[in-house]
């Protein structure tokens, strides 16, 4: 019964089969009119031999369509495209010999024009055993599909380096303006092949180091203006022409062009704001070394990271070149304070909010801060006292107080919140005030008024003719930055020059005196280089001359003379020659020693003169030799010239002159810290020897029960090295103990 139903059925199926193929034809005339048909299309779509010199048959196009239409009636179309298929992959091996060939002929002389050989050749294969249109889309589709992925197969890997040149030339001549009719032939020709879809990475990397190279040549050390605009305008122009080839292919008026380049366009404009970031990244500490000429620099700049990420690569390559060229002990300590405060502007320009700057330059504040002659340098460029004339404050900013760290007021309706690149730590600066930047380095503004007191003392005691005009202007400038309390001292210095010389006149006045000394409060200057120098004979007359005036004047002061600082203006009368000299004190004792007697040695002189340094006494001596008043016999023992001899007894000597810019010997912080701290070394001492070895944070919370205490830490750890290389002490995993 089974067997009966399946013979029926295939019965049924085999009737339904051949009722197709014979389209209800009487007999068998429409099975015979179908394999007429199918051996026509056949032989129609057979792949042939483009290299075969023999004639190419001609077919009756009607007929091939007619043909076409009864296999489609019989529903053969899907067997017909199976075959030719088939019969395409059986002849594929005469397109891999034309792929071998070209590519060893590129292979052998790099011509890329071979690769262009090879490109329409591969395009005639493909017509040539292209199926017509009116088999449909279906059957041309795969046609393609299987064609280029043989074609790909076989394509070698030196088949993308003769694209690249290949595609490389166009866009040469494209931007030079000298367009081949051929290279729009090529770009269809790659459409045809998709290659353009395969090699769209390849293409577009062409355009990107054409882009780099030109940004390169064009913008690299030039900063003075933006750049960006001529870029745009340079893509617009060049680019984007040879970018309708390969991204707006198709394309049949501009709006579909401009709408097909918006994607690829985006990118090509990121890589040029890219390539102009990393050039400028490279150039950054140059550029900032040259500020405020590189301002163009730094806008453009400003545009890119805005619209490329690489702050993080700008920080980086900034901390850098700081570490390598400038926080190193070769740099004066007035060029790293120059080179931060034009970081400072610079980076405030890049990025206001100030988080690449707070990234940037905390290396460089920490290096400042452990710099022994930072403050100082900072406080003559406030004063206006730098040796080469620059000043780290532009005359055309206003004069601020200084800016103190404030608590976000989060009811401001101007508030912002922090940035999201922003650490921890950060915090958002509204100052724009260099100064106030620059003293924040440190804890503390103590230290900067302490050197402006150094600094002042020096500059108004090294005035000779009265005119303190420049000085109390600095000083009420000052007072804005750091508040009046802080220079209360320094009102007091200048009061004392002012009665200085008002008490002179006085004295003068009372009794003619050749002595015109500086009298200064003691407890308000800083301290002086202090020494035991005697003034004799004829100074030390004067100089009890001068005290019984003042007492007259001042009846509740006392003088306390430093004998050993000033200078002296002397007129010596020798037998033969009369010679005039403005030297030192201890240079005039010495000469005033030798009218009492014409040989001294140098031990009688130190004696004389109040044990003073025998260094200094040899270099005061020498100076009258080299006059020609004083000879040396021997070692150690000077004879007075009161008759010039000598090669030339006729010359006449010059009298030394003092040094440019010499200034009076006031004791610097660093000096008046390390006097002061010697005081604490017998408070350190006792506690190593009463409680052992310690740690020095301990040190530093039991040294703050001492009187008048102000120390930091870091101060503290930087004297007890300096007691470690003496030998005072040791130190052994943080551990502080006694020297042996």
Known sequence: MASAAVRAQVAAKWQESFNRLNRNEPGISGLLAFSEAWTLAIEFLKPRDLNDPAPQKQYDLNKVRAAFGVIGECRRLPVMMEVFLEDMRKSQHLITQEVEAYMTLYESNSDPEAIRSLVYRLVDWYNAWKPTADLGSTMISAYTLAFQTHVFSVLPPSFARGIKALVSATLQRTVSQSQDPQDRVLWQAFDTLSLIDRYETLIASIGYEFIESYVEETCAGKWSEPMLATLRAWMIDKIVPWMLYPFARGATNADEAKTMMQGVGSRFDFHMHKTLCNLRTKEIFDIIVDFPESMGALQDLKECLARVDQRADLVQALRHANNKRLLHPGADTKDILSHYVSTIK????????????????????????????????????????????????????????????????????????????????FRASKSSDVISTIVSIYDTKDLFVKELQVLLAQRLLAVKDGNFDRERRNVEILKIRFGEAALQVCEVMLRDMTDSRRIDQHVQSQTTSSMHPTIISRHFWPALESSNMVMPGQFQILQEKYAQEFSVFKPDKVLRWLPHLGRVHLELELEDRTLEADVPPLEAAFIELFSEKDVWTVDELVLRSGSVNRNAAVKALATWVDMHVLKEDSEGVFRLLSVTEGPTPGSRPQAPKPEAGELPPVMSVQQQQAEQMKIYWKFIEGMLTNLGSLPLDRIQSMLKFAPGYDRSVEQLGSFMEAARREGLVNVKDGMWRLGK
Do not use: H
């Not at 080469?388 to 004069?399: A, K, R, T």
């Open 346 to 425: 610079c980076l405030r320009i890049v990025d206001p909010p100030g988080v690449l700057l707070f990234k940037v330059a905390d290396p460089t504040r920490r290096y400042l801060r452990d710099r022994p002659d930072t403050i100082r340098c900072i406080v003559a460029s406030l004063v206006g006292d730098g040796e080469s004339g620059d000043s780290l404050v532009d005359e055309n900013d206003p004069i601020q107080p200084l800016q103190q760290p404030e608590m976000e007021n989060y009811s401001d309706p101007e508030w912002n919140p922090e940035p999201i690149d922003a650490g921890p730590d």
